[in-house]
C-alpha cells in the first residue's frame, strides 16, 4: 500500500503529466532524423505511468518494465543514436520529476520513500534499457564481423579461382617459349639481348607462382625437403643481382652458416624474394640505401630479419600488412606480403614487421627440427 505523500504524488504526476512531459521534451536532445521521434513522447509518458503505478503501491512491475525498456533501447539502437545521450535524455525527465517535489511542501525525511520510488523505477529502466541495448549492439557488431569475414573468404575463393585460371591459361604456353628462348641461347650464345627475355620470362614465372600459391591447392603436394638457409639468401640475391646493381644498394649479409631448415626451399626463397623486392621499392627515393639480411639461432628457431632504411610504413596500415589486398605502393595487388605468411605458416613459422624513421624490418622465426647439417 502507498503511503499518504506517495498517492499525493502520483496523484499529482497524473494531473500535470501534459505540463510535465512538455517540459521534459523541450530540454532532450532529438535528432531530426531519428526515425522513431513520433515514438519518443509515448514512451516519455509510458515511463510516467510505470512510474505512477508504483506510487500507487502496486510495487514496480519488473516484467513490465524490461519489455519496455527493450522496446525503447531497439528503437534507440535501430536510430543509430548514441547511449550517451540515450541516457542523458531519460535523466532529464528524473530531474524534471524531482524538480516538482518541492511544490509539495515537505521535509526531505518526509519525500526521502517518494525520491527513492522514482529513482528506482528510472534506475531499473536504465539499466534493463542500456543491458539491452549492449547486447543488441554487440550481436550487430558480431553479425557485421562475420559479413566482413565472410566477404573475405569470398574474395579470397574468386582470387583462387582467377588464379588457377590464369596459371592453366599461360602456364604451359610460358614453359615453351622458356624452352625455346634456352635452345637458342644455346645455339646462338652472342645473340643479343636473349638473357634480358631470360630474365622477363623469369619474371613472369615468378608472378605466376604468386597467384599460384594463393589458391587452394598452395604447396601441400610438394615432398619437405631439409635445405641450407645461408645457401637460400644466397640464391635469393644472385636472382636479384641486375635488380640490386640497379638501385645502388648497399647489402649487408649476415646468415649462421650452420642453419639448415625443413621445408619448401622454392616456395621460402619466394618470401625472401618478395621481401627484398618490397625493400627496393621502400628505397627507390633514398640517396643512401642499405638492406640488412641477418640470420641466427634464437631458442631452438632459426631467426630471419631483413631491414631497410627506407621510410616507415604508415602506423594505420602496419597491422594488417600480411593482409590479402593491403599494399602501401599506388598500382599494388596486396598479394606479395600474403604470400609471404602463407607460406610461413606452412613451415611453423611466425613473419612480422616493425617500422620507425630509421628501419624497417621484417622478422621471420622458423622452429629448428631434425639434425643439423649438409643433407645426404
Known sequence: MANAVEARVAQYLEKNKAELMKAWMARVMMDPNDPFEDEIEKNGYSMLYLLISYLRGHGIDHDRLKIFAQKVSFERLEAN?????????????????????????LSIHDLHPVIYKINDCFDMFLYFAVHHYTELKNRKLEEQSSFIEQTHKDHLTILGQMSSSFVHEFRNPLTSVMGFVQLLQERYPTLEYLDVLTKELNQLKFRINQFLLVSKKGVNYKEVERFHLATACEEMLDFLYPMVVGSDAVVVREVDDSIYLSGYPDEFRQVLINIFMNSLDALSHRRAKT?????????????????NNGPPVPADIISSIFEPFVSTKKLGTGIGLYVCRKIIEEHHGTIECESNEDWTTFRIVIPITGVQGPAD
Not at 543514436?81 to 511542501?105: A, K, P, Q, T
Not at 638492406?291 to 631491414?307: F, P, S
Open 81 to 105: 543514436i548514441n547511449i550517451g545521450g540515450f541516457v542523458y535524455n531519460v535523466n532529464i525527465g528524473r530531474s524534471e520529476i524531482l524538480n516538482h517535489m518541492h511544490d509539495f511542501g
Open 291 to 307: 638492406i640488412h639480411i641477418k640470420g641466427r639461432r634464437e631458442r631452438g628457431a632459426a631467426v630471419l630479419t631483413m631491414a
